[in-house]
Each structure stands twice: as C-alpha cells, then as structure tokens.
C-alpha cells in the first residue's frame, strides 16, 4: 500500500464524515467537488503538530489518542451489555474476507455496512448500537458512528456512543459552534465504503483503517479507534478532539479486506 501525500486534516474539520475533511483534498478537481457537496469548513489555523503522524500496519499512530485507558467496568464481561443487546463474541479472529451476513443500510445518502450477526443489531434514529465485542464489530461501529457526526443527529449519538474524556469533550466544544448539514443526492453518491484494515485490537480497544472510494474515484483511508465501554463500541477522538487520528490518500484497495454484498466497490 503506497500513501500519496496524505496528512491529518487540520482541526477545524473533525465534524463531518471524513472523505470530506480537506486532508483528502488532493487535487483542483477533487477540491471543486466537495464544494458542490457542500459544507465545506474552513481551517481554523489551530497548531495541529502533536496528532500528526502516519500510520503504521503494526503500530498505529498513538500521539493524538485519548490517554484515558479502558476502566475495570469497561473491560467487564458480556454481563454489562445494555439490556436487549446480546450477540455472539465467540470470534477473535482478525477478518480478512467481509461476512456471509454483510447487508447495507441507509443513512442519510451514504449507505452503510452492517451485519445482523456482528452488529448494529439496534438502531434508534441515528443511533445504531449493539455490536459484538470482536474484530469486526469494532470495525462496523467506528464506520457507523463516524459516519454521523455532521448532521442533526450527532448530539445523540455523541452522548450514547463517543467515549468519555478529554476528546469527547473537545469534540463536542467545537462541533457545537458548526452548523449541521443534511446531504442530498443518491444513495453512495459521494462515496462509499470499500473496505477496512485492522492495525490493532484487543476486546478493550481497536485501531482500524477504513477505505474509502469517493465520486472521482480515488481512494483515501482513515484511522480511527473505539473502546469498549458500557457494554458497547464506543468511538475514542483525539484529545484534540478529531474523531480521525489520520487522513492518507492511497492508490487502491490493496492490502484491505474489502466489503462484499455488491455496495461497497
């Protein structure tokens, strides 16, 4: 996998989904195109130099992560779910091909992976929880909860599903001074889901890389982290508050296990 360029974005555009923060803006016309998606946010010119930093396949990039570690109560069984929650957490394994049971949903325009067995199994509004304490439900939460963090619904799902801490905290300092912005147009429209990469888990924490293919056709990848905490995913921002630790252009999907049941690709 070959990164071209690529950088964390600047701070000022953690409140919407990634593919359209400006660390993935890597051309006039890729520029152009996510004006006419709108919302664009300008930088706030905020020194951003202790969350830079590229990540690694077998170490990711730490320095912008929360310091705050799973509590006791966090790393607790199966006995702390929320009531109605119950799955199958019996595989540890780190995926390397996309569930049998792989279905997409919608949100907003942006479609979705989700499985029936691995998670979301609740869904409230935007607020789609329940995932299994494995590999690959970490990976589905950090893509579903990221995924609704610029539009109307993202009080709720910061409260129910970002983890508590000085992140949380600054995320929501700031994303409380941007307006909220509701897309349109056809479903994946201006992107999709491809696939993911697992860097490092535990059923405390996991770190993935999520790729994404946008509307030109390029290709960019994010990494994000989620702790377990309250009997569920929970997504963990920097301490700057950047629910990205960091934003890399990439040239394919080499390297990725790739999303199946035909939306993703």
Known sequence: MRASGGSRGSSGE?????????????SAAFLLSMFLIGGFVLLTGEDDSSNTGQPQPSKPTASGQSAATPSAAQSGSAEGRPAGCSTNDSDQNIPQQSP???????????LLPVSPSAGPLKFDGGVWSCYSRTPLGAVLAMQA????????????????????????????????????????????????????????????????????????????VATMSVVWEDGDWKLRPTLSG????????????????????????
């Open 145 to 220: 909860i990221s995924a609704k963090m610029g539009g109307p619904d993202w009080k709720a799902v910061t409260e129910k599903q970002v983890a508590r801490g000085t992140g949380k905290d600054q995320f929501v300092a700031r994303r409380s001074k941007q307006a909220d912005s509701t897309p349109t147009g056809a479903p994946g429209s201006r992107g999709s889901y491809v696939g993911f990469r697992v860097l490092t888990y535990s059923k405390d924490q996991a770190t993935a890389m999520t790729l994404m293919r946008l509307a030109d056709g390029t290709h960019g």
């Open 100 to 110: 049998s049971d792989l279905k997409w949903k919608q949100y907003q325009i942006d």
């Open 242 to 265: 950047s629910t990205t630790e960091s934003i890399t252009a990439v040239g394919g999907p080499e390297g990725f296990t790739i999303w199946g049941g035909g939306s993703g690709s």
């Open 14 to 26: 953690w409140e919407k989904p990634f593919w359209q923060q400006r660390g993935w803006l890597i």
